[in-house]
Nanobody, 129 residues
């Protein structure tokens, strides 16, 4: 089993930045691609970004492209989401997710939450206008 714990959320003004972390523990050797999702009040959970096991392949939702950067440090077993130029519409609970290792780069299929096998509990990000 794999456990994921997010941290780094909080309250920030529009235009500000936050860095989210997702720490993995347990059977982390089985982890492959990882991703971030978010869910705003009254809305469905949506894809934000994904990264391959090596970190060489990434993919972003159009709404965050150019503002967010996903990265990972496999030695530290941690994934990150650097969020810059935050907007009020970025307010949501952010979840990290991990898929079992399949040895492939990210693809459009990684936007589907069914791709992932493990989920964190989420961290709240609130952007004030």
């Amino acid at each position: 089993q794999v456990q994921l714990v997010e941290s780094g959320g909080g309250l920030v003004q529009a235009g500000g930045s936050l860095r989210l972390s997702c720490a993995a523990s347990g059977r982390t050797i089985s982890i492959g691609n990882m991703g971030w999702f978010r869910q705003a009040p009254g809305k469905e959970r949506e894809f934000v970004a994904t990264i391959s096991w090596s970190g060489s392949s990434t993919y972003y939702a159009d709404s965050v492209k150019g503002r967010y950067t996903i990265s990972r440090d496999n030695v530290k077993r941690t994934m990150y989401l650097q969020m810059n130029n935050l907007k009020p519409e970025d307010t949501a609970v952010y979840y990290c997710a991990a898929a079992q290792y399949r040895g492939r780069p990210v693809s459009r299929s990684d936007v589907a939450d069914t791709t992932y096998d493990y989920w964190g509990q989420g961290t709240q990000v609130t952007v004030s206008s």
